[in-house]
C-alpha cells in the first residue's frame, strides 16, 4: 500500500488508542532505574523512546523465545504447540531493532512458532534524531532513521534547517501497512503536508553528521571478507573471551538454539488401585509423552558444534570468535539476507566483561591489519 502520513500532535493519544486493542509494550523504567520493554506499564509510567533509551535487552525474546515448547510426542505421534497470542503493540522500536526483526523474519521465516508471534505484533518504530552511546547503526543500514518495510507506524518528529526548535514538536505519523492503518480505526487526524516526508529525509541528513568516524569498522569488514586476519590475532581476541553469551544473548540477530526433550513427570506419580485394561494402556502411553523444548544456545559455547561422535569442529575458543564475526560481517551471507548480520546496536560492546565488542575487536583488526 502507498504509504500514509498524519500529523500527531500528542503521542499518549495513540498510546491510549493503541493500548485499548493491543496489550501494548513500551519501553520504561522500573524500580532499579533499569530501562526495559514493558508490558501496560501503570498510566503514570513515563513512557521513554529515542536514541537515549535502546534498551539493553532487544525485543528479539517477543519473537524467538528464549524458551518454548514446539511439540508433544506422546509415543506414536506428534503434535505441534503452536502459541495462541492476543494482539500485541510494541511501541517505540528503534530502527537498529527493527531491521534485526526484519532479519529474524528471513531466518525463521518456515519456522510457525516464530510466524505465529509475528502476525500478532504491531510495530510502532520511532526515528532518532542522534547517535546512542555505541550505536554506529548508519555504517551497516540500519538506521538511524526506521525503513517503510520494517515497521507499520512510524512516528518522526524533526524542525526544518535552522528553524529554532519548539517543543513539543508535532509528530509525523506514517502508516506504511495495512495492518498499522488499520490500527488507527477510530482516531481522527490531520493529513500531513506533502513536504514533510522530505523534510524527515533532510532532517536525517542533519543527524547523519552527529556520528563519529567509524571507518575503520568498514576497513575491518573488508579485512574479514579478504581473509586476512591472521590466526594469532583471533588467538590473541579470544583468550579475553569467558564463554558468558553475554554478546549471543542480546544480539538481537542471533538465532543459535539447542532443543531438549522433557517428559512428563506428573504422570509418573499416577496410582490407581484398581483400572481396567483400558485405563493401563493409558497410563502407558502418557507415560511416555515427552515435550520437545527449544532453548537459546550460543555459538561461543565449546559445545555448541560437538557432535554425536564427540568431534568438536570449534573446539577452539579461537574458531569461535572468528565464526563469530565471520557471521556477523561476511559478504557470504549477503545475497540470502540482503544485509550484515550486525545492525550496529553496540550492544555486545556495552556487555562483554571482557572487552572484545564490537567496536575493540573492529579497531583491533583494523590496527594490526589496515595499516
Given at each position: 500500500?502507498?504509504?500514509?502520513?498524519?500529523?500527531?500532535?500528542?503521542?499518549?493519544?495513540?498510546?491510549?488508542?493503541?493500548?485499548?486493542?493491543?496489550?501494548?509494550?513500551?519501553?520504561?523504567?522500573?524500580a532499579?532505574?533499569?530501562?526495559?520493554?514493558?508490558?501496560?506499564?501503570?498510566?503514570?509510567?513515563?513512557?521513554?523512546?529515542?536514541?537515549?533509551?535502546?534498551?539493553?535487552?532487544?525485543?528479539?525474546?517477543?519473537?524467538?523465545?528464549?524458551?518454548e515448547?514446539?511439540?508433544?510426542?506422546?509415543?506414536?505421534?506428534?503434535?505441534?504447540?503452536?502459541?495462541?497470542?492476543?494482539?500485541?503493540?510494541?511501541?517505540?522500536?528503534?530502527?537498529?531493532?527493527?531491521?534485526a526483526?526484519?532479519?529474524?523474519?528471513?531466518?525463521?521465516?518456515?519456522?510457525?512458532?516464530?510466524?505465529?508471534?509475528?502476525e500478532?505484533?504491531l510495530?510502532?518504530?520511532?526515528?532518532?534524531?542522534?547517535?546512542?552511546?555505541?550505536?554506529?547503526?548508519?555504517?551497516?543500514?540500519?538506521?538511524?532513521?526506521?525503513?517503510n518495510?520494517?515497521?507499520?507506524?512510524?512516528?518522526s518528529?524533526?524542525?526544518?534547517?535552522?528553524?529554532?526548535?519548539?517543543?513539543?514538536?508535532?509528530?509525523?505519523?506514517?502508516?506504511?501497512?495495512?495492518?498499522?492503518?488499520?490500527?488507527?480505526?477510530?482516531?481522527?487526524?490531520?493529513?500531513?503536508?506533502?513536504?514533510?516526508?522530505?523534510?524527515?529525509?533532510?532532517?536525517k541528513?542533519?543527524?547523519?553528521?552527529?556520528?563519529a568516524?567509524?571507518?575503520?569498522?568498514?576497513?575491518?569488514?573488508?579485512?574479514?571478507n579478504?581473509?586476512?586476519?591472521?590466526?594469532?590475532?583471533?588467538?590473541?581476541?579470544s583468550?579475553?573471551?569467558?564463554?558468558?553469551?553475554?554478546?549471543?544473548?542480546?544480539?538481537?540477530?542471533?538465532?543459535?538454539?539447542?532443543?531438549?526433550?522433557?517428559?512428563?513427570?506428573?504422570?509418573?506419580?499416577?496410582d490407581?488401585?484398581?483400572?481396567?485394561?483400558?485405563?493401563?494402556?493409558?497410563?502407558?502411553?502418557?507415560?511416555?509423552?515427552?515435550?520437545?523444548?527449544?532453548?537459546?544456545?550460543?555459538?561461543?559455547?565449546?559445545?555448541?558444534?560437538?557432535?554425536?561422535?564427540?568431534?568438536?569442529?570449534?573446539?577452539?575458543?579461537?574458531?569461535r570468535?572468528?565464526?563469530f564475526?565471520f557471521?556477523?560481517?561476511?559478504?557470504?551471507?549477503?545475497?540470502?539476507?540482503?544485509?550484515y548480520?550486525?545492525?550496529?546496536?553496540?550492544?555486545?560492546?556495552?556487555?562483554?566483561?571482557?572487552?572484545?565488542?564490537?567496536?575493540?575487536?573492529?579497531?583491533?583488526?583494523?590496527?594490526q591489519?589496515?595499516?
Amino acid at each position: 500500500m502507498k504509504n500514509q502520513l498524519f500529523i500527531l500532535n500528542d503521542i499518549v493519544l495513540l498510546q491510549q488508542h493503541l493500548a485499548k486493542h493491543y496489550g501494548l509494550y513500551q519501553i520504561a523504567r522500573d524500580a532499579q532505574g533499569e530501562e526495559s520493554w514493558q508490558e501496560n506499564a501503570p498510566a503514570n509510567t513515563l513512557a521513554l523512546y529515542g536514541q537515549q533509551h535502546l534498551p539493553l535487552v532487544s525485543p528479539k525474546g517477543f519473537f524467538f523465545a528464549q524458551n518454548e515448547a514446539l511439540y508433544e510426542f506422546d509415543g506414536e505421534t506428534f503434535a505441534p504447540i503452536i502459541p495462541n497470542l492476543a494482539p500485541r503493540a510494541l511501541f517505540g522500536v528503534q530502527a537498529c531493532d527493527l531491521t534485526a526483526i526484519s532479519y529474524q523474519d528471513q531466518f525463521f521465516k518456515e519456522d510457525p512458532n516464530y510466524q505465529a508471534r509475528r502476525e500478532q505484533s504491531l510495530l510502532v518504530g520511532i526515528d532518532c534524531t542522534g547517535p546512542c552511546e555505541k550505536g554506529f547503526c548508519p555504517q551497516v543500514n540500519a538506521g538511524p532513521q526506521v525503513a517503510n518495510e520494517h515497521a507499520d507506524l512510524i512516528l518522526s518528529q524533526f524542525t526544518q534547517q535552522g528553524q529554532e526548535v519548539v517543543h513539543p514538536t508535532p509528530w509525523l505519523l506514517i502508516a506504511t501497512s495495512v495492518k498499522g492503518l488499520d490500527s488507527l480505526q477510530g482516531l481522527k487526524f490531520e493529513t500531513a503536508p506533502d513536504n514533510w516526508q522530505h523534510l524527515r529525509s533532510e532532517f536525517k541528513e542533519q543527524v547523519l553528521t552527529q556520528f563519529a568516524d567509524f571507518s575503520y569498522i568498514n576497513n575491518s569488514i573488508e579485512t574479514i571478507n579478504d581473509n586476512l586476519v591472521p590466526a594469532q590475532l583471533w588467538e590473541e581476541l579470544s583468550v579475553r573471551c569467558l564463554g558468558c553469551s553475554g554478546c549471543t544473548n542480546l544480539c538481537p540477530t542471533c538465532s543459535c538454539y539447542s532443543v531438549m526433550d522433557l517428559k512428563d513427570e506428573d504422570i509418573k506419580d499416577m496410582d490407581q488401585k484398581d483400572v481396567n485394561q483400558k485405563d493401563v494402556n493409558q497410563k502407558d502411553n502418557e507415560s511416555n509423552k515427552q515435550t520437545t523444548v527449544r532453548f537459546w544456545d550460543s555459538c561461543q559455547f565449546d559445545g555448541f558444534q560437538r557432535e554425536a561422535s564427540g568431534h568438536n569442529p570449534s573446539h577452539m575458543a579461537a574458531q569461535r570468535t572468528e565464526r563469530f564475526w565471520f557471521h556477523k560481517f561476511s559478504d557470504d551471507y549477503l545475497p540470502e539476507f540482503g544485509r550484515y548480520g550486525c545492525v550496529g546496536c553496540g550492544r555486545c560492546e556495552q556487555t562483554c566483561p571482557g572487552s572484545i565488542g564490537v567496536h575493540t575487536v573492529m579497531r583491533r583488526i583494523e590496527q594490526q591489519c589496515c595499516n
